[in-house]
């Protein structure tokens, strides 16, 4: 029910756009975050962003760099990747949450796009 895109290989120091469609179900009143994993570690906390898209949250990693939004429906997202760094480098996931406020915990999170890979070389 979510399609992320945007994805690819990059050098340090540019920039992506990952999108993340919604299908079947409207996600418009629920938070929505992004996620990411890289290879042998746990799934992380990239961004979330709350249904009005009035309250965002980023990890310490990222603030600054990227930029999380809504489109106008509320039911596409986007993270604006600058300044990326090779630690950057993994595989993004889009979720839709079980409520209205955005939230940096994995469980608050229901449904969940099938991710999309970003490698930063230096």
């Known amino acids: 029910q979510l399609q992320a895109s945007g994805g690819g290989l990059v050098q340090a120091g540019a920039s992506l756009r990952l999108s993340c469609a919604a299908s079947k179900r409207t996600f418009g009143n629920d938070a929505m975050g992004w996620f990411r994993q890289a290879p042998g570690k746990d799934r992380e906390f990239v961004a979330t962003i709350s249904w009005r898209g009035d309250s965002t949250e980023y990890a310490d990693s990222v603030k600054g760099r990227f930029t999380i939004s809504r489109g106008d429906a509320k039911n596409t997202l986007y993270l604006q990747m600058n300044s990326l760094k090779p630690e950057d480098t993994a595989v993004y996931y889009c979720?839709?949450?079980?409520?209205?406020?955005?939230?940096?915990?994995?469980?608050?999170?229901?449904?969940w796009g099938q991710g999309t890979q970003v490698t930063v070389s230096s």
């Open positions: 979720a839709a949450a079980l409520s209205s406020a955005a939230s940096r915990t994995l469980k608050a999170y229901r449904y």
